[in-house]
């Protein structure tokens, strides 16, 4: 669903289920030059913060780590980035959901002042 949703918006998929040093990646889409790392998460509540709450600072680290890795392996460390969330809600007990889209969900922390 958020990978149709996605193309649908404009985005090209590059890849999907990427595994990689520190886990794996969702989606891997492309969108006017820039690569963007989609994480999926679906809930049928808010419960624990809902889909959004569930990407935490160690599940950011790993995005991180596993980016990384796909950059320096298609040699796109030049390519401008972006890391994205996706969150898919199930509305009621009807297989409906709702999508609700996060650019630029957190950036990663480089160890260095701007």
């Given at each position: 669903?958020?990978?149709?949703?996605?193309?649908?918006?404009?985005?090209?998929?590059?890849?999907?289920?990427?595994?990689?040093?520190?886990?794996?990646?969702?989606?891997?889409?492309?969108?006017?030059?820039?690569?963007?790392?989609?994480?999926?998460?679906?809930?049928?509540?808010?419960?624990?913060?809902?889909?959004?709450?569930?990407?935490?600072?160690?599940?950011?680290?790993?995005?991180?780590?596993?980016?990384?890795?796909?950059?320096?392996?298609?040699?796109?460390w030049e390519?401008?980035?972006?890391?994205?969330?996706?969150?898919?809600?199930?509305?009621?007990?009807?297989?409906?959901?709702?999508?609700?889209?996060?650019?630029?969900?957190?950036?990663?922390?480089?160890?260095?002042?701007?």
């Amino acid at each position: 669903m958020a990978l149709v949703w996605l193309i649908l918006h404009g985005y090209r998929l590059r890849d999907h289920n990427w595994r990689g040093a520190g886990g794996e990646l969702d989606l891997v889409m492309e969108q006017s030059g820039e690569i963007v790392f989609v994480e999926v998460k679906t809930r049928t509540g808010d419960d624990f913060g809902g889909p959004e709450g569930a990407v935490n600072k160690k599940k950011r680290e790993n995005l991180i780590r596993t980016a990384s890795t796909y950059l320096g392996r298609y040699t796109l460390w030049e390519q401008p980035c972006r890391f994205d969330v996706v969150a898919l809600r199930r509305r009621g007990r009807l297989p409906i959901f709702s999508v609700r889209h996060m650019k630029n969900a957190f950036r990663p922390d480089l160890g260095r002042r701007m």
